[in-house]
């Protein structure tokens, strides 16, 4: 049986995906940079992929990231 997601994490992910910003991310969510990032990675944990590139000045998303960018945004659109 399988968890369901934690929608904090799917949050952050969702601000990352838009905005290609951890700190940009952090200040739509009123949280701090540390706490998205570590939100994002609980995230690819549970999920057993990585969503997102880290590599670089700008964050990307991974195939595993676009593919499933879709329902975080609209889950968080609501």
Known sequence: ????????QLAAFAAVAR???????????FLTQSAVSHALKALEDDVGARLIERSGR????????RSCCG??????AR
Request: charged residues 25%; aromatic residues 4%.
């Open 58 to 65: 700008q964050p990307q998303l991974t195939p595993a990231g």
């Open 19 to 29: 905005r290609l910003s951890f700190t940009q991310a952090a200040k739509d969510l």
């Open 71 to 76: 329902a975080p945004r609209r889950s968080c």
């Open 1 to 8: 049986m399988h968890k369901p997601l934690d929608t904090r």
